[in-house]
């Protein structure tokens, strides 16, 4: 048995008991760890396997090339671009984003559905498949970039009224996710873009106010980019007369005065200026001395309302070369 074959192997009579035990458990342990070896490497080629099978199903679907040398068992599917893809389509994707474990497979299949959703009939279609709940999921993946796919197609997605009804339910985790992500990174301009569609009517406005007092310091701390969709949000809640006492109560940092500077990027100018204009409008039938009492030192209301700095800046900008510029600045003067 085992150990004849030890001593035979090596060549020497040498039958001692503890030397023949040595001997048997160095050729078991040898071979278990070989084994294991094996498993692994039998393991991490199965799981590339389904991974590039996966990615296959996902590229013929959206009709895009498989890379490399990987066959697609779905090489049977019409291969469709994102604007004429079939409901059963949609619905291999949907389930596939769903039982994927693999992120490049989820990134994939979300760039498919978000360009699938810039079409009104695939909206449709991917609400009523039930694929606004499995996108939703994906907001909590891992993966910031997943994360940031998720949000774009949502927020294509949410062009539609009645997939906003769905939708409406993340925003809690989208307003956390805009705080909490870094400045100016593609997770954070995703969100408030989500967030811009999400705002333009009065149905779900109330749900972002807790987050107001932090759009404030990311529109003072970002970049031009992040200050414009911060400010297309502000606008959105500033046009209704309910949002006017929530907005100029947030606290917001005093070095949102500087954003009014014939220096500042006209597009931030331009929003920027609409938003003080809507509130100084919608504050003028809604004031009392009362009121006024209750606002903080730090509040926008005191910093733009009270504050001398911001009407000299606001007065240097008639001379704006600008001509929507302006028309902004007489309505916030003559309000």
């Avoid at 003072?220 to 046009?239: E, H, P, R």
Wanted: charged share 15%; with cysteine.
């Amino acid at each position: 048995g085992l150990v004849g074959s030890v001593v035979a192997q090596l060549g020497m009579g040498d039958t001692r008991p503890g030397f023949v035990l040595w001997c048997s458990l160095g050729l078991l342990f040898g071979s278990g760890a070989c084994y294991c070896v094996y498993k692994w490497i039998f393991h991490k080629q199965k799981c590339k396997e389904k991974a590039g099978e996966e990615k296959g199903i996902a590229a013929a679907i959206s009709g895009t090339r498989v890379t490399g040398s990987e066959r697609s068992p779905a090489d049977h599917l019409t291969k469709s671009t994102s604007d004429n893809l079939e409901p059963y389509h949609l619905q291999k994707l949907i389930r596939l984003l769903e039982t994927t474990e693999y992120c490049s497979v989820r990134e994939q299949v979300l760039i498919t559905l978000s360009n699938s959703a810039t079409f009104s009939v695939n909206q449709d279609v991917i609400r009523e498949l039930g694929g606004l709940s499995v996108i939703g999921k994906a907001l909590s993946d891992p993966s910031t970039e997943v994360k940031v796919k998720a949000l774009n197609a949502l927020n294509n997605l949410s062009m539609n009224s009645k997939n906003q009804e769905h939708i409406q339910v993340y925003i809690p985790e989208i307003c956390s996710g805009v705080t909490l992500s870094l400045l100016n990174s593609d997770l954070q301009l995703a969100g408030l873009r989500l967030l811009t569609n999400m705002s333009v009517t009065n149905d779900y406005q109330q749900m972002i106010s807790h987050t107001i007092p932090s759009l404030f310091h990311i529109l003072s701390a970002g970049n031009k980019t992040t200050q414009i969709q911060v400010l297309k949000i502000l606008v959105n809640l500033s046009a209704n007369p309910a949002m006017t006492r929530g907005l100029l109560e947030a606290q917001a940092p005093s070095s949102l005065i500087s954003l009014f500077d014939n220096c500042t990027n006209t597009d931030v100018l331009l929003r920027a200026l609409t938003f003080i204009a809507n509130l100084s409008d919608n504050w003028k039938g809604q004031a009392c001395s009362a009121d006024i009492c209750q606002f903080s030192a730090d509040s926008v209301f005191n910093l733009f309302f009270r504050e001398s700095e911001y009407a000299q800046r606001v007065a240097a900008l008639l001379y704006h070369p600008d001509m929507e510029v302006k028309g902004q600045v007489a309505r916030i003067m003559t309000s």
